[in-house]
Nanobody
């Protein structure tokens, strides 16, 4: 059974940094491309960042480029999202997702497995 478990969310102030983690089990982690999505109240789920299965190639939404960094540790079956210069508009539930293959997609429908999410709230 595949499980993705996010952690690291919480209440932070604007300008702060925070690191999210997503621990994966039940899949061959190194063979999966991983991504972070977020969903704010009343809004659709949106792509934040992705990291390819082997090359470590990355992709970011324009709204977080230069502020967020995605990384992975295949020895720990974990993907990370380092968030910096946080803004109130970054407030959302952050989900990690996994898809087989090497291509990063910004479409939520392309991902097979999802975590339950972790809440990040940025106060001004």
């Amino acid at each position: 059974q595949v499980q993705l478990v996010e952690s690291g969310g919480g209440l932070v102030q604007a300008g702060d940094s925070r690191r999210l983690s997503c621990a994966a089990s039940g899949l061959s982690f190194s063979m999966y491309t991983m991504a972070w999505f977020r969903q704010a109240p009343g809004k659709e789920r949106e792509f934040v960042a992705g990291i390819a299965w082997s090359s470590g190639g990355t992709s970011y939404a324009d709204s977080v480029k230069g502020r967020f960094t995605v990384s992975r540790d295949n020895t720990k079956n974990t993907v990370y999202l380092q968030m910096g210069s946080l803004k109130p508009e970054d407030t959302a539930v952050y989900h990690c997702a996994a898809r087989g293959g090497r291509l990063i997609s910004s479409a939520a429908a392309a991902y097979e497995y999802w975590g339950q999410g972790t809440q990040v709230t940025v106060s001004s």
